[in-house]
């Protein structure tokens, strides 16, 4: 059986998605079915934005994704209207064609991000009408999805393709390494091929009562052998770890892998304080950049989003890592549930006292989302109504409203007289805050 992995547009088309180059291994280890993969996102990038991909060999390559940002978002917006309005999107013709020619008796179809869902459910449709079966997978996948094809994990779509004929494979211990070889390096606007990679199941903390993140599995830590296969396999001099979090251990451990291979890395983690005594070795070990979650100045905001950390530990981790080199990148959440205006304020006032260790700053709004411990337990955080708002093809917008502290339209407010503020303090170029993984590449003048 040939199965075709297919990943839909639209998002930031910087790197190979690791979902499809996992996925085929993984299928391929486990079963005689062949697996071909396309990366129609970025396929679709090249046909509709040639001209950011040459500007990308020649000028300087954060005002080329700064053009790039502003005109893909509103080609997105377009063509996302289009479908919800049943006209036809950009280029649907051409993906279709692309599907055609690789005569796949399946298409399964990997959701990583809410965004590819418009033009993924036109493809879905339009292949089911010729006939051809779908399989769905992934974060992203929505009820509307979900209602045109069946959705698999990794384990369930085995167990699908044995009642199609394959045949599985006895394997005693699977080592997960993604295969980035079926993906052009040249369909990838980025300067040099960034791969990524996860080196364990889900977030081992799992307790930040706003999160939706992390998948609800046992934490297992991947071994070692699987990160040296996936870096001798795939060439890899720059890495982006997917992980939600890595503990202090798994830090250290990896660490000395990277250095061996050279390998400069990024990856996401807690300012814990804990970690104060490893960060100079991590980056001669090649750690060039990382995203803190701090996510707010106040300590009592802190505690009630049980974050594990304290503003005055996140001051000294920040003041740290930018001693010893690291790129400082900021997660910051404004207006959880009972957050008052002047715990909003200490967030920006820590932003300011400490900007000389911060390079940039990514900001969020509070939302209230399904799966998140606040959404389980409205009450405890002074939520007092929430109702759901339809949409034709994106999940619900779920709303609330607030027993005190400031409302979501009133942060918003907030956030947007302060932004100008937050930006004068970044030292590297705003837009890196949506390509984040192009901090690896980036040399201060
Ligand atoms: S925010 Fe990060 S550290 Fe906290 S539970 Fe989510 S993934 Fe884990």
Redesign the pocket.
């Known amino acids: 059986m040939k199965i075709l992995i297919i990943y839909a547009p639209f998002c930031a088309p910087t790197m190979m998605p690791y979902s499809l180059a996992s996925m085929k291994h993984f299928v391929e280890t486990h079963s005689d079915a062949s697996v071909t993969c396309l990366d129609l996102n970025a396929y679709f990038h090249t046909l509709q934005f040639p001209e950011f991909y040459k500007r990308l060999k020649k000028e300087d390559y954060a005002s080329v994704l700064e053009d790039f940002d502003k005109t893909s978002r509103a080609v997105y917006a377009e063509n996302n209207k289009k479908i919800v309005h049943g006209e036809e999107a950009a280029f649907v013709p051409e993906l279709m064609e692309r599907i055609l020619q690789e005569k796949a008796d399946l298409v399964a179809f990997s959701f990583v991000y809410n965004s590819q869902c418009f033009y993924g459910h036109v493809l879905v449709d339009a292949l089911l009408k010729r006939g051809i079966p779908c399989v769905l997978g992934g974060p992203a996948v929505t009820d509307k999805l979900h209602a045109l094809a069946p959705v698999f994990s990794e384990k369930g779509l085995l167990d699908y393709l044995v009642t199609k004929g394959v045949v599985l494979k006895e394997i005693k211990n699977y080592v997960a390494v993604p295969d980035f070889s079926p993906f052009p390096k040249e369909n990838y606007l980025s300067k040099e091929r960034i791969i990524s990679l996860k080196s364990s199941s ?7 009562t ?5 998948a609800r599995v046992p934490y297992a830590e991947y071994s070692l052998e699987h990160i040296r296969e996936a870096l001798v396999k795939n060439k890899a001099k720059y890495v982006y770890f997917i992980d ?2 890595i503990s202090k251990n798994r830090l250290l451990e990896i660490g000395k892998l990277m250095e061996e291979f050279s390998v400069q890395w990024w990856c ?3 300012p814990t304080e804990d970690l104060l005594d490893c960060l100079e070795l991590l980056s001669q070990q090649g750690l060039r950049s990382v995203c803190w ?1 701090v ?1 707010s100045g106040n300590q009592r905001i802190l505690d009630l ?4 950390t304290s503003v005055e530990g996140a001051k000294k981790v920040l003041a740290e890592s930018k001693r010893v080199g690291i790129i400082n990148m900021l ?1 910051m959440l404004f207006a959880f549930p009972t957050e008052t205006k002047e715990e909003f304020l200490a967030s920006i006032d820590f932003l300011e006292k400490n900007k000389k260790n911060i390079d940039l700053v990514s900001t969020s709004v509070f939302g209230l989302q399904r799966g998140a411990k606040v959404y389980d337990d409205p009450q405890a955080y002074g939520i007092l109504a929430v109702s759901e708002r339809e949409r034709t093809l994106l999940p619900g917008v779920i709303s609330y409203t607030v027993e005190k502290g400031l409302d979501n339209e009133e942060a918003r407010i907030l956030l947007k007289n302060h932004v100008k503020q937050i930006k004068r303090l970044e030292k590297l170029p705003h837009v890196f805050n949506y390509f984040k993984e192009q901090t690896l590449l980036w040399k201060s003048s």
């Open positions: 889900t977030c081992f903390y799992k307790q930040c706003f999160c939706t993140h992390f939600d979090m996401q983690l807690r979650g996510e989003m049980k974050k594990g997660y």
